[in-house]
């Protein structure tokens, strides 16, 4: 049985953690190798915050057993501002009936620097519970 939890992001500049509105955040979840679902796309507020949005999460209970599927939903999240380099966090990990927080910190890019394909992409190992 599936359930839900939520997932909030608050995105701000690294050096002073200032707030960083009009930031666009891509939820998405993957469905296979190079491939992906998107699941939402919203733009910050005055405070640098999206969210919260629902997302459907797999039942607790079906993970107390060993060998059993993970007990979360697993995201990739992406954040982009003109000015700031691109931010990609792999398996974020939303449980059925928690509020989940993301911070990011997005890097100011050098001045004049012509913004690249390149990104700072974080990778969130599974939880071991």
Do not use: C, W
Not at 3 to 12: A, I, K, N
Not at 35 to 44: D, E, G, I, K, S
Not at 49 to 56: K, M, Q, T
Request: net charge negative; hydrophobic share 40%; aromatic share 4%.
């Amino acid at each position: 049985m599936s359930q839900t939890g939520t997932l909030s992001v608050r995105v701000f500049t690294s050096r002073a953690q200032i707030p960083l509105p009009g930031a666009t955040v891509a939820i998405s979840r993957r469905t296979g190798p190079q491939r992906h679902t998107l699941l939402a796309v919203r733009v910050t507020d005055e405070n640098g915050e999206v969210g919260p949005l629902i997302i459907a999460a797999p039942d607790l209970s079906g993970s107390e057993s060993p060998g059993t599927k993970t007990p979360f939903a697993s995201l990739d999240i992406r954040v982009e501002h003109p000015g700031y380099e691109l931010e990609i966090i792999e398996d974020v990990q939303v449980f059925s009936g928690v509020d989940s927080l993301l911070p990011v910190a997005l890097l100011p890019l050098a001045e004049q620097a012509i913004p690249s394909e390149e990104s700072n992409t974080i990778y969130i190992p599974p939880q071991t519970l």
